[in-house]
């Protein structure tokens, strides 16, 4: 029961920093540097998805669409998280956790207040990267850790067959 109870709660940590940060930002309305020439704090309300996609969409049917399609992913990951059990598969329920807690995340903001909030901001010079939040961070973060271990387990299942090969074909 605790390897079912470990993704909630680390989805329930960062859904709440998520929502922490995203309240502070929207009542503060800081415009902060954090690290010159690298790094700003600021407010914008993204209607789109991640990092301002369809956010120049003009579509009334956006937002429910955007709503709909994120219950799908949630309840489809909720699933993934139940069927894995073995201690083995804690690298994929440590990947849907943070993607989990990502996708609240910004689904609670999208239904309460019709917008994201994105703060975080990222700069080298005049080349900007989209301005995105800690669940924007936490989706790529799980995403990375999926696309790494699919990597590692091919790897590994390269290494398995490279062991298992008929010494007759060694012969050869």
């Not at 920093?17 to 020439?37: N, Y």
Request: charged share 15%; hydrophobic share 50%; no cysteine.
């Amino acid at each position: 029961m605790q390897l079912r109870l470990f993704p909630v709660a680390l989805a329930a940590l960062v859904f709440a920093l998520d929502q922490w940060t995203k309240w502070m930002v929207r009542t503060h309305e800081p415009a902060t540097v954090v690290i010159p020439g690298y790094l700003n704090i600021v407010h914008v309300e993204n209607p789109g998805v991640a990092f301002g996609l369809l956010s120049q969409s003009p579509s009334q049917w956006r937002g429910l669409v955007l709503i709909g399609v994120s219950v799908l992913i949630l309840g489809y990951i909720a699933i993934l998280v139940w069927r894995s059990r073995t201690g083995a598969a804690i690298g994929l329920r440590l990947a849907l956790a943070l993607i989990m807690a990502g996708a609240l995340g910004n689904l609670y903001d999208r239904v309460t207040h019709h917008t994201v909030t994105d703060f975080i901001e990222v700069h080298s010079g005049p080349h900007y990267f989209p301005v995105f939040n800690v669940a924007d961070s936490s989706i790529s973060v799980g995403g990375a850790v999926l696309v790494l271990l699919e990597l590692l387990s091919g790897r590994k299942k390269k290494a398995e067959e490279d062991t298992n090969v008929s010494p007759a074909l060694h012969d050869r």
